[in-house]
């Protein structure tokens, strides 16, 4: 049975980036949650590939994959399934953000 997906086309800003500085425990500590290492967290983050994997895309957000997951299932951002893999634009993350800008 799939799982049941909300309708698309919700404009409102749902969510907000925290600019807080994280110490170095809560950095390594994410960089733990989200299974990639240091180095290729800062790698995603200075030169974002055009194509993302779920796990890229929270980096380069500097969020959760928990919250990004739920930000997917609202429809909030686009994801492009392909077989099992899900796959996010680095366009639809950028359209996202710009959204997120004109409401602030």
């Not at 989200?34 to 380069?60: C, D, H, W």
């Not at 299932?73 to 893999?85: F, S, T």
Request: charged share 30%; proline share 5%; aromatic share 4%.
């Amino acid at each position: 049975m799939p799982a049941y997906r909300p309708a698309c086309g919700d404009t409102y800003p749902h969510f907000t980036f925290s600019t807080n500085m994280k110490t170095k425990r809560q950095q390594t500590e994410a960089s733990e949650t989200l299974g990639l290492t240091r180095e290729q967290i800062e790698k995603v983050r200075s030169n974002p590939p055009a194509n993302m994997t779920k796990t890229e895309a929270a980096a380069y957000l500097r969020i959760s994959l928990r919250h990004l997951e739920n930000e997917i299932r609202a429809c909030r951002i686009q994801a492009l399934r392909i077989g099992r893999r899900v796959i996010l634009r680095k366009a639809d993350i950028d359209r996202r953000l710009e959204l997120l800008a004109l409401a602030a």
